[in-house]
């Protein structure tokens, strides 16, 4: 089966501009997440889509960041405008629902440069 | 979720058999371990999760002692390409799983 994908893989934009980070998950998982690790820090949780619901969302660092998860597919990932602290890698995962223990699926990353 | 400790670094040699301990002393009862493997330019990688005794699978075994405090991942016998970050988790089962990730274990396999 297709792992988890994300595009692009680099995106390197100006500080106030916009990116859109998009999120293809494993075909029939529910369950799907955003994390981001920032420059020397941990990978951090930002938010979790059950379908197209948002399930938890406490991990969005604030109001320029919005996620989407239209038809309970594919996940889009805004930051708009950026600012030099949103550099670094965020990572898409998906897992099945319904299930006692139902791991994680990383997608590869998207590097974000903000210049 | 209870917080995990495990060792920032390790280094190995191939073909040796590496065993990464973490520590969660404030574990739930519901809760599982769970590990990870992370290589440069990737996501995170599932490896194995336990709840109690010892779990093996084609990659990894996982002890977990009764108490259930502290857990190890053994790596049988290293080769360059598990040079990598370990992270060691604690997970409550369900269709919820927020990962609380830390910093993890950096591998280095040397020849």
């Known amino acids: 089966e297709a792992g988890v994908t994300q595009f692009p893989s680099h995106s390197v934009i100006e500080k106030g501009q916009t990116v859109t980070l998009r999120c293809d998950p494993i075909s029939g998982h529910d369950n799907l997440y955003w994390y981001r690790r920032v420059m020397g820090k941990e990978i951090k949780f930002l938010l979790h889509f059950v379908k197209e619901s948002k399930q938890d969302e406490s991990g969005m660092p604030n109001n320029r960041f919005l996620a989407e998860r239209t038809g309970g597919t594919y996940s889009t990932l805004k930051v708009q405008p950026a600012e030099l602290e949103d550099s670094g890698v965020y990572f898409c995962?998906?897992?099945?629902?319904?299930?006692?223990?139902?791991?994680?699926?990383f997608g590869n990353g998207t590097r974000l440069t903000v210049t | 979720l209870a917080k995990t400790t495990q060792p920032i670094s390790m280094d190995s040699y191939e073909g040796q058999e590496v065993n990464i301990t973490c520590s969660h002393n404030n574990i739930a009862t519901n809760d599982y371990i769970t590990w990870y493997q992370q290589f440069p330019s990737q996501g995170p990688r599932f490896i194995i999760q336990?709840?109690?005794t010892k779990v093996t699978n084609e990659v990894a075994s996982l002890f977990i002692p009764a108490d259930r405090k502290s857990s190890t991942l053994s790596l049988p016998r290293v080769s360059l390409s598990d040079t990598a970050v370990y992270y060691c988790?604690?997970?409550?089962?369900?269709?919820?799983?927020?990962?609380?990730f830390g910093a993890g274990t950096r591998l280095a396999v040397h020849p």
């Open positions: 988790l604690v997970v409550l089962p369900g269709g919820y799983n927020k990962l609380i």
């Open positions: 995962a998906s897992s099945l629902g319904g299930q006692l223990y139902s791991p994680l699926h």
């Open positions: 336990g709840y109690k």
